[in-house]
Structure formats: C-alpha cells, structure tokens
C-alpha cells in the first residue's frame, strides 16, 4: 500500500479539493482507494465528495464509540471508500499518542493499494507525523508569497521532527538539538547542513541515522492556482530554499490553474473530475494521478535528474494550460457565448484580487526582509 499524505503550510490552498479529485482519478485507474480526513479541526471533505455529513467518522473512533471498520464508508465513485472525520467533538486537534498510535496501526493494516490522508493546514506535531509515513507526501501551495513561505517552512519544521525522531532521547545528539531549540535565535540563524556539522561532531551514529532517514525523504509539490505560466516559477524558489537549507529535494507533480468551476462543482455536491472531467482543472488532476501511477513501474535511477525533469514538465504544462485558456476565451468571443463586457467584467474582478494579493505579498516581504537583516534565515 502506497501512502500520499496531502499537507499544506496555509489554509484555502486546495488541499482537500486535490485529496479527494485525485482519490477517484487512481480508483478510476482500477485502484483501490482508502481516503480519509484528517483535518480534524475543520472535518470538510465529505462536502467536496459530495457525501452527506456522516453520524460517524474518526472521532466517534477516537473516542470509542465506533470500531475502525464502521467509519470506513463506501462512496459512489468506484475503488474508493471513506473515512470521515469529526470537528464536533472537542480535542481532536491535538490527539495523544496512545490515539495517534492507534489510527496509524489502522491505517496501515487497511486492504487499499493507496490510503490518502487529508491532512490539516498547519505544523502541529500531529500533522507532521502523518505526514512522515510517507516518504513521498504532497504539499499543495499556491503562488502568493504567504503560501510559498508556509510551505516551504512546514517543510522545515517536518525535517526538524524527522531529526527528532531520529534521534535516542538523551542521546548527545538530542542534547544538542535540545540546545539549539532553546536558543531560539541560534536556531534560527542555522539550517540544516550546519546543524547537522555540529551534531556530527558529538554524535557521528546519530547524525548517520538520521542522513539514512532523510535520503528517503523526498515529498511532492502542486502548485494550485495559478492565473499565469510565470506563477509556476514560485516552486523553483521553493525547490532552491529546500536544497540549500534543508538539504532536501522536491519532485513537482504539476501545476493546476485557478478555475471558479470548483465552486460550481461544490454547489452541485459533486467532485469537479465528475462533474466536469474534461476541463482544465479535473485533467490537471488526471495528468498527476498519471504521474503517481506511472512512479509504480519506473524507479528512479537518477534522483537529482529526475527532480530536474519533474519541474521542467511543470513548466511546460503551464504554459501548454495558459496557451489552452487564452484559445478557449477566444473561441467563446468568437462564438457569442462570452460578450466583451462579461470579458471585461472579469478581468477587472482578477485585477482587483490580484491588487489584494499584491498589497500582502509587499507587508510579508517587508516583514521577510527585517528578519534576514537580523541574520535569520527562513
């Protein structure tokens, strides 16, 4: 069984839309598909699944009042079943390791050739375990410069507890991570490399352990909502703060334009790759199923290559979807069905989202450039 967790570092990214799109395009592949959610402080997937709100879900489980297999619920899209979650029930954001521990044993003994973990927005530990049960999560983010930073920061803050778990407790290693989280500033003015010098200085079997760990640590990015082929350059700026502090690298499983058909496909209590499976969007969402597929009988050779070529093809869709829209736009001008003054219309609706976006993106960079002239490094 393969395990794609779906994180992201900010809310309103499109986590849950790509989680649940993405179950059905590889159950469409003949796959057999466990999804759940487990965005626990804001259970909403069964509303992208068009699910009606289901009696119980993993907190009736977490709390004892179901067993495992009375949350896992079939849905009408072939291969895939559900397990829901539950933001009702107070404290399940933060669950304690006996329940963490128990829903992992779960998931792990499920009969699915791909289990799906819609995870919550954020960095909370629990988030970040689930995501390191995979080697090969997903991080979706978007191209404004909130979003890029917080993925790129909940990609540190998984490396730094994938090096906590790495660690013995009082191990000199531990120790020395220890030190360094409480000197807060110090920490921040290191990145992992350097860390790492140090840690192998007092602790080279730690630190060996922990380098084993970290090469398996390879996750995915999408970048969802996109409006231009340039947006897709923001995943480079990810990619490069990734190698150079993190000592990581990233696949990119592709890019996925901004499309308000998502909301009319929610309207309607229907995933857009089935209420629209041939727009830009759901193929956008067939083409990574593809990729994921396609990883199952093509191992990597040439890591550092194949990363390269991950991110060229990103690009290229991106312009290859751009030059698609433009066409599309032309013809429904052309046609009548689409009038110049709805054209118009919006354009100035997108400048002036676009106008918000920028007023944000200029304060964080402001608040981004105080702190590396302090010697932070994000």
């Known amino acids: 069984m393969q395990i794609i967790p779906v994180a992201s570092g900010k809310g309103g990214v499109g986590k849950s839309l790509l989680s649940a799109n993405l179950a059905i395009a590889l159950g469409q592949a003949g796959k057999k598909v466990l999804l ?8 909403n997937l069964h509303l ?4 009606q709100a289901p009696k119980a879900g993993l907190g009736t489980f977490l709390t004892g009042s179901s067993s495992f297999s009375d949350i896992v619920l079939p849905t009408n899209y072939p291969n895939v079943s559900f397990i829901p979650g539950d933001s009702e029930i107070p404290g399940l954001t933060a669950l304690r390791a006996p329940q963490k521990n128990s ?8 009969n699915a050739d791909y289990l799906i973990l819609d ?15 995979s080697g090969q999560g997903i991080v979706v983010t978007a191209p404004s410069v909130t979003a890029t930073l917080n993925a790129y920061l909940f990609l540190k803050n998984t490396v730094f507890r994938l090096m906590y778990g790495s660690f013995k407790k009082d191990s000199a290693a531990w120790k020395k991570l220890e030190d360094l989280r409480h000197d807060s500033a110090a920490l921040q003015r290191m990145y992992i490399p350097r860390i790492m010098e140090e840690i192998e200085k007092v602790d080279p079997e730690s630190a060996a352990k922990f380098k084993k760990k970290a090469a398996s640590f390879r996750p995915r990015l999408v970048m969802n909502m996109i409006d231009d082929p340039k947006d897709a350059d923001k995943a480079l700026k990810i990619r490069r703060s990734c190698k150079e502090y993190l000592n990581i690298d990233l696949e990119h499983l592709g890019v996925i334009y901004r499309d308000s058909i998502q909301d009319t496909a929610l309207a309607s209590r229907l995933p857009v790759i089935i209420y629209k499976p041939q727009c830009m969007l759901s193929q956008a969402v067939y083409r990574i199923a593809d990729k994921i597929l396609q990883a199952e009988t093509e191992p990597m050779e040439d890591i550092a290559a194949f990363s390269d070529d ?3 093809a990103a690009e290229m ?12 736009v032309e013809e429904l001008v052309g046609s009548g069905a689409l009038s110049m003054g709805d054209l118009a219309e919006t354009i100035k609706s997108q400048q002036y989202e676009i106008s918000v976006l920028r007023k944000e993106n200029l304060l964080l960079k402001n608040k981004i450039s105080k702190a590396l002239q302090q010697g932070f490094i994000l």
């Open 119 to 133: 995870l919550g927005a954020g960095t909370h530990l629990g988030i970040l375990d689930f995501f390191l049960l």
């Open 36 to 43: 759940a959610d487990l965005d626990l402080g804001a259970s």
């Open 48 to 51: 992208v699944l068009g699910v």
């Open 103 to 110: 829903l992992t044993k779960n998931f792990l003994s499920s």
């Open 310 to 312: 991950s991110f060229q």
């Open 317 to 328: 869709e991106a312009a290859i979807d751009h030059e698609s829209r433009m066409n599309y």
